[in-house]
Every structure is written in C-alpha cells, then in structure tokens.
C-alpha cells in the first residue's frame, strides 16, 4: 500500500492576512458580545452622569503691582510666592473668617486653585464648588485676603480695615481688578458627552474581547474560509441533521437528506482518486481535534461505500481514543477480541472480521483496551494485517484517535494508503487544524483531504452522544433499512 502518489498538499496560512481574518472573524462571531459591551458602557455613562453633582467655578483676578526696586528675577519669585500663599492654611483661614463661610480650611483648600501667566504681574484665585454663590464668595474672600497677608508676613504692622490709604500706602502691593462672579450654568453633567465616552468605552472593551477570542479560540465556520486558510479544497461539507445528533447515522433513505448528498460526494473523491495505478484502499479516519466527529464520518463513509456495492470493512483503531471501560458493557454486541488481540500477537487479523447485517459492509473492534497502542500499531503485524484486509476488500476505513490526543495517526497513515482530517464548525480551531496538517506533513504522511464536519452548528452538538461505544457496535446486528437509534460513540 503505497502512499507517495496520493493526497492533498495544504499549506496552512501562516501570515498576518490570517491574523486579520481571524480578528475580523471574531469581530463577526462576537458581534452581539461588541453591542452588549457598547450599551452597557453608555448606560454606565448615564448613569454616573445623573449621580454627578454639578460643580460651579469662579475666579478673582489680582494684580500685583511691582516695586521699583525689584528686578525682573525678584518680581518673578514674588508672584511665585502670592501664588503659593493663596492656598496657604493661613490666608485661608483668614478668609474664611472675613467671608464667614461655613467650610473647614481643608475643603476650602481642596476646591481652590491658583496660578498666574508666566512674565505677568496678574494672578488668578479660582475656586469649585457644588454651589455657584458659594464658590464666588470663596474666591473674592481669598483675593480679598492676600494683600493683607502679604504686609503681614512681610514684617510691617497688619493693616486694619477703616485705616487711611496713607498709612497703608507702602504695605498695600495688591489689588483684586477682577471679582469673582457666581457661575450660572456649571458643569458635571454633560449627558451627551459621557455617554458618547461610555459607548466608546465600550466597544474598546468588546472589541479587545474579540481580539483575544480570535487570538487564542479562532475557530473554524464554513467551507470558503477554510479552503482559504488550507490554500486547498475540502473534500465535503456535512452539515448538521437530526438524526445524525439522534443515532450518529445519516439517514441516507430521504431524499432531502443534505448530509448524505455530503457523504455521497465524499464518496466519489474517495473512489475517483487513484493512489499509483490502483485505487485507494485504506484510508484513515482522524480527528484534528477530540470531538471534530471522526467516528461518524468514518462510519457514515463505510455505509456510503458499502451501499454502492463495494466491500468494506471498518476497523477501529482508535485505541487511546475512549474509555476503556466502554469495550466491556455488559450489553456489548461485538466480540471483546479484535484489533488489539491480533497486534499482540494472536492468529490473523481476518480472524476478527465480523460481517454487520448491512450488506457488503464488515467489521473489526478494537478489541481489548491497551496501553502502548503506538508501539504495537508501529509493529509490522499491523502492516502485514491491513495488506491482508486490503486483499479481501475494496475498502479499508481505519477510524483512529485525534492527532491531538495520539501518534497514532502518524503511525496508521504510513501504513495506509491516505488520511482524511475531519474539522468541526464552531469547535475546531484554526491553530489546532494548522498544527494537524503540519505533524502529517513532516511526518511524510498523505493527506486526503479536509472535511468540515457539522456545519452550520446546532443548538445540539454534532455527534457528540453520551453513551461512548466503539463504532461496531452500533452497526452490529442492525436490520438493513430500519431506524437506527444506538447513539454512536462519544466522537473523538
């Protein structure tokens, strides 16, 4: 069985193009998550806004007038001062006491400001405050304050109010030009501008969540998208049916039936496709990841093949695949003894075939549950029995565990003629397909094709059955044309 003429050569995008998609990809799929985000982050907005009080601001203008003396360094460092002194604990507190507001020289200190233009003899007290008379009152009792401040901490006798401007003429270097006013519209509570910032806020939010959701979890959806990360076809898109979530069976008898027109085109790339001057022969079924439905696609395409008249056998070899305790139920209806059996050394591997009740289709079970399932499928006896299987049948479909859960497929797919990757809509990701296709590439292995399996995604999931049992036996003892209702084991 020679596999050097056969199969697809994929070459998984690894540029920035598949970056872009997949942000674009999880821009789409997580649209609704991008909208949530966006509302929520306006309602936030809307809602901090109407608990916002208003703040009113007022500002006092004074004018410093300079000395004849001073130089331009000097009138620099006195403005620099007045500055400071303005929300100084002092010249508030005597403002306070002036103005006799109700506020503790903290607050008072917290809700003013001062500053003054660089090269200017003009400074400017402004004060906030939830109350536009109050913030008025503030800044003109600090403006009002500083002059005397100033003569105070300059060593000359305070000046009193009622004294002549002659006596106060030298101590007095400040003048308010500029009362405070009270502020009668405020600010706080700007609706339009906070919630406008609440949705921005928002979409950044969900837009960052779908960045790292199409970062880590890009996973995989219709058929285009993935030929174009493969830069290759896929061989057949399956898309999701009842009955296929019920029994794990395509119902291949309705003729509406979109899953078995998939397989029956899967079919013919399987029969049309030539591996030297023989037809394909064997050919490995496998998951990229657990759960993509490699058991039923390996079962439906033995069924599909079967009914065109082929003879075909279905062997599991999935191993490492389930539990090893579901080979032994107590309503188990194929023989404990199969592929395992054999590899261990025991008589041949046709010994294990057992015929279903659907025509022209055989059977052969994994067989007791093992331990180094690699090394005995590496072993010759494994060669030597599927070359034996390949002589009796027209077909030989190996239903094998994931490649991310085994090596198994590496092993199986240089015995056999190709392998045939199975990816799940909605639950495969691309990085995980990407990583499939390159461990069978470097590993010299044929490939196939892609089937995009369970497409577009149920409520349900695709194959996904709680009962957990091999592949043969579902089909074991099944009447032909009557309803199948044995779930197929838990896909791999």
Same mark, same amino acid.
């Given at each position: 069985?020679?596999?050097?003429?056969?199969?697809?050569?994929?070459?998984?995008?690894? @540029?920035?193009?598949?970056? %872009?998609?997949?942000?674009?990809?999880?821009?789409?799929?997580?649209?609704?998550?991008?909208?949530?985000?966006?509302?929520?982050?306006?309602?936030?907005?809307?809602?901090?806004? @109407?608990?916002? @009080?208003?703040?009113?601001?007022?500002?006092?203008?004074?004018?410093?007038?300079?000395?004849?003396?001073?130089?331009?360094?000097?009138?620099?460092?006195?403005?620099?001062?007045?500055?400071?002194?303005?929300?100084?604990?002092? %010249?508030?507190?005597?403002?306070?006491?002036?103005?006799?507001?109700?506020?503790?020289?903290?607050?008072?200190?917290?809700?003013?400001?001062?500053?003054?233009?660089?090269?200017?003899?003009?400074?400017?007290?402004?004060?906030?405050?939830?109350?536009?008379?109050?913030?008025?009152?503030?800044?003109?009792?600090?403006?009002?304050?500083?002059?005397?401040?100033?003569?105070? %901490?300059?060593?000359?006798?305070?000046?009193?109010?009622?004294?002549?401007?002659?006596?106060?003429?030298?101590?007095?270097?400040?003048?308010?030009?500029?009362?405070?006013?009270?502020?009668?519209?405020?600010?706080?509570?700007?609706?339009?501008?906070?919630?406008?910032?609440?949705?921005?806020?928002?979409?950044?939010?969900?837009?960052?969540?779908?960045?790292?959701?199409?970062?880590?979890?890009?996973?995989?959806?219709?058929?285009?998208?993935?030929?174009?990360? %493969?830069?290759?076809?896929?061989?057949?898109?399956?898309?999701?049916?009842?009955?296929?979530?019920?029994?794990?069976?395509?119902?291949?008898?309705?003729?509406?039936?979109?899953?078995?027109?998939?397989?029956?085109?899967?079919?013919?790339?399987?029969?049309?496709?030539?591996?030297?001057?023989?037809?394909?022969?064997?050919?490995?079924?496998?998951?990229?990841?657990?759960?993509?439905?490699? @058991?039923?696609?390996?079962?439906?395409?033995?069924?599909?093949?079967?009914?065109?008249?082929?003879?075909?056998?279905?062997?599991?070899?999935?191993?490492?695949?389930?539990?090893?305790?579901?080979?032994?139920?107590?309503?188990?209806?194929?023989?404990?003894?199969?592929?395992?059996?054999?590899?261990?050394?025991?008589?041949?591997?046709?010994?294990?075939?057992?015929?279903?009740?659907?025509?022209?289709?055989?059977?052969?079970?994994?067989?007791?549950?093992?331990?180094?399932?690699?090394?005995?499928?590496?072993?010759?006896?494994?060669?030597?029995?599927?070359?034996?299987?390949?002589?009796?049948?027209?077909?030989?479909?190996?239903?094998?565990?994931?490649?991310?859960?085994?090596?198994?497929?590496?092993?199986?797919?240089?015995?056999?003629?190709?392998?045939?990757?199975?990816?799940?809509?909605?639950?495969?990701?691309?990085?995980?397909?990407?990583?499939?296709?390159?461990?069978?590439?470097?590993?010299?292995?044929?490939?196939?094709?892609?089937?995009?399996?369970?497409?577009?995604?149920?409520?349900?999931?695709?194959?996904?059955?709680?009962?957990?049992?091999?592949?043969?036996?579902?089909?074991?003892?099944?009447?032909?044309?009557?309803?199948?209702?044995?779930?197929?084991?838990?896909?791999?």
């Amino acid at each position: 069985m020679s596999n050097s003429a056969v199969g697809v050569t994929y070459r998984p995008d690894t @540029t920035g193009n598949e970056w %872009l998609r997949s942000t674009a990809g999880a821009i789409r799929d997580h649209w609704i998550v991008i909208v949530v985000c966006a509302l929520v982050g306006g309602l936030v907005g809307l809602v901090l806004t @109407t608990q916002q @009080t208003p703040m009113y601001e007022s500002s006092a203008t004074i004018y410093q007038t300079p000395r004849p003396a001073d130089s331009d360094s000097v009138s620099r460092q006195r403005t620099e001062a007045y500055t400071e002194l303005l929300t100084s604990d002092r %010249l508030i507190a005597t403002a306070l006491a002036q103005s006799g507001l109700s506020m503790s020289i903290g607050e008072a200190r917290d809700a003013t400001t001062a500053g003054a233009n660089t090269g200017s003899a003009i400074l400017t007290v402004t004060t906030r405050t939830d109350d536009p008379q109050t913030s008025a009152r503030l800044a003109n009792a600090l403006a009002d304050a500083l002059p005397a401040t100033v003569t105070a %901490l300059d060593g000359d006798q305070p000046a009193t109010p009622g004294a002549g401007d002659d006596a106060n003429a030298d101590q007095v270097r400040l003048s308010v030009i500029t009362p405070a006013v009270p502020d009668g519209q405020g600010e706080g509570r700007n609706f339009g501008r906070n919630i406008a910032l609440g949705v921005v806020a928002g979409l950044l939010v969900g837009l960052l969540y779908a960045y790292v959701r199409g970062l880590v979890g890009r996973r995989v959806r219709d058929e285009a998208e993935v030929s174009r990360f %493969l830069s290759g076809p896929v061989l057949a898109t399956i898309p999701s049916e009842k009955s296929l979530g019920t029994s794990g069976l395509v119902d291949y008898r309705g003729p509406d039936s979109r899953a078995a027109q998939a397989l029956r085109r899967l079919r013919t790339a399987v029969t049309g496709r030539e591996s030297g001057p023989a037809t394909l022969r064997s050919i490995v079924v496998t998951g990229a990841t657990p759960g993509d439905g490699s @058991t039923t696609v390996a079962v439906n395409l033995a069924i599909a093949l079967a009914d065109s008249g082929s003879e075909v056998v279905l062997v599991d070899a999935a191993l490492d695949g389930r539990p090893a305790g579901s080979r032994h139920a107590a309503d188990a209806v194929s023989s404990t003894e199969g592929l395992t059996t054999y590899l261990n050394g025991r008589g041949r591997l046709g010994e294990f075939i057992s015929r279903s009740s659907r025509p022209h289709l055989s059977l052969v079970p994994a067989g007791p549950a093992i331990g180094n399932s690699s090394e005995l499928l590496a072993s010759e006896r494994l060669s030597d029995g599927l070359a034996e299987l390949a002589e009796q049948f027209d077909h030989v479909i190996v239903d094998s565990a994931s490649l991310q859960d085994s090596s198994d497929p590496l092993v199986l797919g240089r015995i056999a003629d190709a392998v045939l990757v199975i990816a799940r809509s909605g639950h495969t990701r691309y990085v995980d397909l990407r990583t499939a296709v390159e461990r069978l590439s470097l590993a010299d292995v044929a490939i196939l094709g892609v089937v995009l399996n369970g497409s577009p995604r149920p409520a349900w999931q695709f194959g996904r059955t709680a009962a957990g049992r091999p592949a043969d036996q579902v089909l074991a003892d099944v009447p032909p044309g009557t309803a199948i209702d044995t779930p197929l084991p838990q896909d791999r």
